[in-house]
């Protein structure tokens, strides 16, 4: 990572079905805020993988980072990365699941950052909503 003011992230999902199926024609992806799907590369063990780059920095609690960028959604203190199954036509959303990010702390920002590594959390099997479950996030190195 060359932009020390960036931390490299990475979201894994198993299956790509909505939790709450409703027969319609999806896609599933990574959210932007202006409403976009990014799609994921599924690897050879089946899984589906989204990186992307948030930007990071103090906030007014400097214990606390504040992510920004085109994937980071929410308020300035309670921010999330939206996994979404979007139906085909565009116009609504099946369901969503919300990564919440305020489980990253500066330890795991250091960590990743000094081993040339990557934050990732797999979000296999979580529920749509979930903004306040936290999410187990780890340094891998890949």
């Known amino acids: 990572?060359?932009?020390?003011?960036?931390?490299?992230?990475?979201?894994?999902?198993?299956?790509?079905?909505?939790p709450s199926p409703d027969g319609s024609a999806f896609r599933f992806?990574?959210?932007?805020?202006?409403?976009?799907?990014h799609d994921g590369i599924r690897r050879?063990?089946?899984?589906?993988?989204?990186?992307?780059?948030?930007?990071?920095?103090?906030g007014t609690d400097p214990a606390r980072p504040v992510f920004s960028g085109?994937?980071?959604s929410g308020g300035r203190d309670d921010r999330f990365i939206y996994l979404s199954w979007q139906r085909v036509d565009g116009?609504?959303?099946?369901?969503?699941?919300?990564?919440r990010l305020a489980d990253l702390d500066w330890s795991l920002?250091?960590?990743?950052?000094?081993?040339?590594?990557?934050?990732e959390a797999d979000?296999?099997?979580?529920?749509?909503g979930g903004g306040r479950r936290p999410v187990e996030w780890r340094v891998v190195h890949a």
């Open 1 to 18: 990572m060359t932009d020390p003011g960036t931390v490299r992230l990475r979201l894994l999902r198993d299956d790509p079905q909505p």
């Open 29 to 37: 992806g990574l959210q932007d805020r202006n409403g976009q799907l």
């Open 44 to 58: 050879a063990d089946g899984m589906i993988v989204f990186d992307l780059d948030l930007r990071v920095a103090e």
């Open 70 to 72: 085109p994937f980071a």
């Open 91 to 99: 116009r609504s959303y099946i369901n969503r699941i919300k990564v």
């Open 109 to 119: 920002i250091h960590a990743a950052r000094a081993g040339g590594g990557v934050i």
């Open 123 to 128: 979000m296999s099997g979580r529920a749509a």
